[in-house]
């Protein structure tokens, strides 16, 4: 059974610095494509980012409104995701989940995702 | 303002047939396939529908989704109480650094 864990998530200053991980298991996650999605309180879906396995590059790529705050990692000898968030806004306060890309044989289907954490909730307040 | 548009609300009765649109442009519904979610209350997003008209294993196939040009759609046929929650439309979008981009998400209320 395929599952994703977030942890780290919590009560951060505006400015301040948070580091949420995701531990995968049920699947061989060093061949998954994995993006973080998140939701504000009460809004919709925003997508964050995503890492491809290293077989595909391990390349990274970023929604707007983080890129050059936020750095996604992934260790695979751990079957971990990571989300390093710096210089954190207000407006990051938001429900963050870890999802894998759906495969059809070896091509990553764009914009689907099926399987999703239970999510993390990171708060940016003063 | 999200990128995609749906309309922000949907209704219908118990065994009733509802359909909820999405509207793009060329660079994500017109030129790449259109992906449906579902987030029941208090749960994370699940998809429901991928590469336009595409059921993953386990969902039912009441949902079916359609495509052509720059819209598409998402339909639910025999609704049932357990069917109200929010869906949301997604593409891939060619334009720089956009990447996936999410319609606003249709609240369904079975009455």
């Known amino acids: 059974e395929v599952q994703l864990v977030e942890s780290g998530g919590g009560l951060v200053k505006p400015g301040g610095s948070l580091r949420l991980s995701c531990a995968a298991s049920g699947f061989t996650f060093s061949n998954a494509w994995m993006s973080w999605v998140r939701q504000a309180p009460g809004k919709g879906l925003e997508w964050v980012g995503r890492i491809k396995s290293k077989t595909d590059g391990g390349t990274t790529d970023y929604a707007a409104p983080v890129k050059g705050r936020f750095t996604i990692s992934r260790d695979d000898s751990k079957n971990t995701l990571y989300l390093q968030m710096n210089s954190l806004k207000t407006e990051d306060t938001a429900v963050y989940y870890c999802t894998t890309a759906l495969r059809q044989d070896i091509w990553v289907v764009p914009a689907a995702m099926d399987y999703w954490g239970q999510g993390t909730l990171v708060t940016v307040s003063s | 303002q999200s990128v995609l548009t749906q309309p922000p609300s949907a209704s219908g009765t118990p065994g009733q047939r509802v359909t909820i649109s999405c509207s793009g442009s060329?660079?994500?519904?017109?030129?790449?396939?259109v992906n449906w979610y579902q987030q029941l209350p208090g749960t994370a997003p699940k998809l429901l529908i991928y590469s336009n008209n595409q059921r993953p294993s386990g969902v039912p196939d009441r949902f079916s989704g359609s495509k052509s040009g720059t819209s598409a759609s998402l339909a639910i046929s025999g609704l049932q109480s357990e069917d109200e929650a929010d869906y949301y439309c997604?593409?891939?979008?060619?334009?720089?650094?956009?990447?996936?981009?999410f319609g606003g998400g249709t609240k369904l209320t079975v009455l």
């Open positions: 060329s660079s994500n519904i017109g030129s790449n396939t």
């Open positions: 997604a593409a891939w979008d060619d334009s720089l650094n956009v990447y996936v981009v």
